[in-house]
């Protein structure tokens, strides 16, 4: 049974950072594109940042260069670090699998995900 645990959220002042972190059972992650979404009320799950399997990374073009993702795969866990952080940013945040082993592309698509976490609240305030 493949569980996506996620922590790190919490409050923080605009300009701040936060270390998301996606701890994996079920699935050996280092073989699975890995990425990060985040939903606000009434809106749909937005794409953050994905890495895949080869470890190449991928971000949505208003997070670039503020946030970073990463994997240990000793530790089978994924990170989203998170600086310079905006009032905008307040979502929760999930981490997900995708569905298919060593994907040649970056996924971007919550439909390309077969495994998601329970989400961490991140607020941000100005």
């Known amino acids: 049974q493949v569980q996506l645990v996620e922590s790190g959220g919490g409050l923080v002042q605009a300009g701040g950072s936060l270390r998301l972190s996606c701890a994996a059972s079920g699935l050996t992650a280092s073989n699975y594109g890995m990425g990060w979404f985040r939903q606000v009320p009434g809106k749909e799950r937005e794409f953050v940042a994905s890495i895949k399997w080869s470890g190449g990374t991928y971000y949505a073009d208003s997070m670039k260069g503020r946030f970073t993702i990463s994997r240990d795969n000793a530790k089978n866990t994924v990170y989203l670090q998170m600086n310079s952080l905006k009032s905008e940013d307040t979502a929760v945040y999930y981490c997900?699998?995708?569905?298919?082993?060593?994907?040649?592309?970056?996924?971007?698509?919550?439909?390309?995900?077969?495994?998601w976490g329970q989400g961490t609240q991140v607020t941000v305030s100005s």
């Open positions: 997900a699998a995708d569905r298919r082993p060593r994907r040649a592309l970056a996924v971007t698509v919550p439909e390309d995900y077969a495994y």
